[in-house]
Nanobody, 122 residues
Framework: QVQLVESGGGLVQAGGSLRLSCTASGRTTAYSLGWLRQAPGKEREFVASIAWSGDITLYADSVKGRFTISRDNAKNAVYLQMDSLKPEDSAVYHC????????????????WGQGTQVTVSS
């Protein structure tokens, strides 16, 4: 079992930045970590993922060049730096763990957290 707790969401103006953090506990070794998001009335979608080693990162086209994912295995943590935020980035962001980065990309994580709200005003 893996438990995930997110923090760092909030309200920001368009063009601004936020940094999301997620702390993982339990049997986290070798899991890829990442972020999914879900806006009201929309399907949950993949945002970014990073392999256990940190040498592979994947991003949704909609956030590529604006968001950066990183992880610190010593702290069992994963981060999402979000820059140049747009109103369409508003959603609940969920930290997730998956067996592979591809599984995260395919929106089939093994575990996910409760989420943190990100609201971008225009």
């Amino acid at each position: 079992q893996v438990q995930l707790v997110e923090s760092g969401g909030g309200l920001v103006q368009a063009g601004g930045s936020l940094r999301l953090s997620c702390t993982a506990s339990g049997r986290t070794t070798a899991y890829s970590l990442g972020w999914l998001r879900q806006a009201p009335g929309k399907e949950r979608e993949f945002v970014a993922s990073i392999a256990w080693s940190g040498d592979i990162t994947l991003y949704a086209d909609s956030v590529k060049g604006r968001f950066t994912i990183s992880r610190d295995n010593a702290k069992n943590a994963v981060y999402l730096q979000m820059d140049s935020l747009k109103p369409e980035d508003s959603a609940v962001y969920h930290c997730a763990a998956a067996a592979t980065v591809q599984a995260m990309t395919n929106n089939v994580p093994s575990y996910w957290g409760q989420g943190t709200q990100v609201t971008v005003s225009s």
